[in-house]
């Protein structure tokens, strides 16, 4: 398998500085893994102690991605609004639609829309109790990176199981990123 590509999005994430951009490069990321992925691996089930699917993983998290893009336009960003049992669910190529679709709305934001405030209805209990909070689009970002990472790393621990090339670092936190490139930086010869 070509690995190539998700060595070049992991590289792209660590060099990024506009927020809108790192959230387009992790989009990138994981359209890079579903290139070198098979359609029998995309939708295995379980995946050794993990009993969802790749599929389910990375449907999950555009739905999160879906919602921070309404939420730049409609002023409301919705995490529960999820749309399950998509195509892109089960179909690579769906997905990799609709990542390019993803891609192509966060581009086309300016970085100012980041202190647009916006509502964010969540259901906090399962007999549906429910709250409204306000946030930014900044801050609701901020959320929808960092749910990504998490997700990265069972994706990471699933890639590994299926025989999949992940990036390295793929799914660690950019703060994990940091420190690590912090320490490597510290222990080497040329920094002294």
Same mark, same amino acid.
């Given at each position: 398998?070509?690995?190539?590509?998700?060595?070049?999005?992991?590289?792209?994430?660590?060099?990024?500085?506009?927020?809108?951009?790192?959230?387009?490069?992790?989009?990138?990321?994981?359209?890079?893994?579903?290139?070198?992925?098979?359609?029998?691996?995309?939708?295995? *089930?379980?995946?050794?102690?993990?009993?969802?699917?790749?599929?389910?993983?990375?449907?999950?998290?555009?739905?999160?991605?879906?919602?921070?893009?309404?939420?730049?336009?409609?002023?409301?960003? $919705?995490? $529960?609004?999820?749309?399950?049992?998509?195509?892109?669910?089960?179909?690579?190529?769906?997905?990799?639609?609709?990542?390019?679709?993803?891609?192509?709305?966060?581009?086309?934001? $300016?970085?100012?829309?980041?202190? *647009?405030?916006?509502?964010?209805?969540?259901?906090?209990?399962?007999?549906?109790?429910?709250?409204?909070?306000?946030?930014?689009?900044?801050?609701?970002?901020?959320?929808?990176?960092?749910?990504?990472?998490?997700?990265?790393?069972?994706?990471?621990?699933?890639?590994?199981?299926?025989?999949?090339?992940?990036?390295?670092?793929?799914?660690?936190?950019?703060?994990?990123?940091?420190?690590? $490139?912090?320490?490597?930086?510290?222990?080497?010869?040329?920094?002294?």
């Amino acid at each position: 398998m070509n690995t190539t590509l998700v060595q070049r999005s992991s590289a792209l994430i660590n060099r990024t500085a506009n927020p809108l951009a790192v959230l387009a490069v992790s989009l990138q990321q994981l359209a890079d893994l579903l290139v070198v992925t098979s359609d029998a691996q995309y939708t295995r *089930k379980p995946v050794g102690v993990i009993p969802s699917s790749l599929g389910g993983h990375v449907r999950h998290c555009l739905d999160h991605f879906e919602a921070l893009c309404a939420g730049a336009l409609t002023g409301v960003v $919705d995490y $529960d609004d999820r749309q399950r049992g998509t195509s892109v669910e089960t179909d690579r190529i769906a997905a990799l639609g609709a990542i390019r679709r993803l891609r192509v709305q966060i581009e086309a934001l $300016d970085e100012s829309v980041l202190t *647009k405030t916006v509502r964010v209805p969540s259901i906090i209990a399962g007999d549906g109790t429910s709250i409204e909070t306000r946030s930014s689009l900044g801050r609701e970002l901020a959320f929808v990176l960092s749910h990504t990472v998490h997700h990265n790393a069972l994706v990471a621990a699933m890639c590994r199981t299926l025989g999949i090339p992940i990036p390295d670092r793929f799914g660690y936190a950019p703060a994990t990123i940091a420190h690590l $490139d912090q320490s490597e930086c510290a222990r080497s010869p040329s920094s002294r």
